[in-house]
């Protein structure tokens, strides 16, 4: 098991930006690919990004590319999630998470998931 504790959650008007953090404590992080999900009140859990266990490749859920950057410091045992441009609909609780498998890619999906972090929650005013 991986320990994961997330940051950076708050209130935000639309157009503005958060950082949200992950410090991950427990097995060799850097052997395992990090995600980011999010979940809306009455939603399932959506995937939002994913960053493979050395960096070097990432995905992104179609509605928060070229807004939202994922990206490690594995000396730091830290994932992050920039979030530019923010809007109401990314309202939710983001969940960070690590990969069950060693040396996984950046497909990370919600049944690939070993560990889930307390969530924190990000709110979005129009």
């Known amino acids: 098991q991986v320990q994961l504790v997330e940051s950076g959650g708050g209130l935000v008007q639309a157009g503005g930006s958060l950082r949200l953090s992950c410090a991950g404590a427990?097995?060799?992080?850097?052997?395992?690919?990090m995600g980011w999900f999010r979940q809306a009140p009455g939603k399932e859990r959506e995937f939002v990004a994913a960053?493979?266990?050395?960096?070097?490749?990432?995905s992104y859920v179609d509605s928060v590319k070229g807004r939202f950057t994922i990206s490690r410091d594995n000396a730091k045992n830290t994932v992050y999630l920039q979030m530019n441009s923010l809007k109401p609909e990314d309202t939710a609780v983001y969940y960070c998470?690590?990969?069950?498998?060693?040396?996984?890619?950046?497909?990370?999906?919600?049944?690939?998931?070993?560990?889930w972090g307390q969530g924190t929650q990000v709110t979005v005013s129009s």
């Open positions: 960053v493979s266990y050395g960096g070097g490749s990432s």
């Open positions: 427990g097995r060799i992080f850097r052997n395992y690919a």
């Open positions: 998470a690590a990969d069950s498998k060693l040396l996984g890619g950046a497909a990370l999906r919600v049944r690939d998931v070993g560990s």
